[in-house]
C-alpha cells in the first residue's frame, strides 16, 4: 500500500515510517495537515491509506478526513494515531469517517496488525468496478449481485427474498463496503422522514438483511455491529 503519515511530532513520525516500511508498504511523512492536503489536491490517487494523529501545528485531522470525505469520497481507508483515549473522541473521529482509530503510545505490534486488517479494506478491482456499474441499476460484489430498478437480490445466482426495506438497507452497504455506516445515516437514507422509527425498528431489519443474504465469512463478508454507532460491512 502507499500510506501517508501525518505526524508532527520527529521521533513518532519516524517510528510510524519504520513500522509502515518494516511491514512493507510505501511510506510519506508530513508534518503538517496543509503539506498533506496539497498533495491530494494535485493527486487524488496518491495513497491508499493515511494515518493520522489529530494534533497538528496548522489544523486537526479532524478537519483532514472531513477534507478527505467531502473531496475524494470514501476510496481512501484513513486511521486515526492519536493520544486523545475519550471514548467521546474515538466517536468523533470514526463519525467524521475513519476507517480505525488506535491510541498512543504507538505499540509497533498492533500498528502493523492494523495495517495488515486495513489492507484488506482497500476496494480490489472487482469491487470498484461493481461499485461504478450502480450507476447502470446493478450491484456486484463476490457472491451478490443486486438489480437496483427491480430490487431484486441475488446470492450465489439465487434470489432472495427481501422487504423493500431491507433492499434499500443491503444496496446502502454493497454500496459502501468497507466503510462505517451510522445508524443515523441508515434511517434517513432508507426512511427518510416518513416516519419516527424506533431503534429496535432499525435492529430487526438489520438482523433480517444479515441471515437473508448471509452475511458471514463463508461468503467472504462479514457485517461488524460498532456499539451505539452502526455499522460496516467488509468483504475479503
Sequence with gaps: MR???????????KLIHQVVTDAGHACTVFHTGSALLE????????????ILDWHL??????????W?????????????LTNRVLEENIVSGLMAGADDYMTKPIREGELSARLHALSKRIRPAAISASSASASHGTIEAGV??????????????????????????????????????????????VWGRELVMTSRTLDTHMSQVRTKLQLK???????????????????F
Design 3 to 13: 500510506i501517508a503519515s501525518l505526524e508532527d511530532d520527529p521521533i513518532e513520525s
Design 39 to 50: 498533495t491530494l489536491r494535485m493527486r487524488a490517487d496518491a495513497f491508499d491509506m493515511l
Design 57 to 66: 501545528p496548522d489544523m486537526t485531522g479532524k478537519d483532514v478526513i472531513e
Design 68 to 80: 478527505v470525505r467531502r473531496n475524494l469520497g470514501d476510496q481512501i481507508v484513513v486511521m486515526f
Design 144 to 189: 451478490y449481485t443486486f438489480d437496483l430498478f427491480n430490487k431484486i437480490a441475488t446470492v450465489r445466482d439465487m434470489t432472495v427474498e427481501l422487504k423493500p426495506k431491507e433492499f434499500d438497507i443491503a444496496a446502502l452497504f454493497f454500496q459502501n463496503i468497507g466503510q462505517l455506516i451510522s445508524r443515523e445515516r441508515i434511517m434517513e437514507t
Design 217 to 235: 465469512p463463508d461468503n467472504n463478508v462479514r457485517l461488524t455491529t460498532v456499539y451505539t454507532i452502526g455499522y460496516r460491512l467488509d468483504m
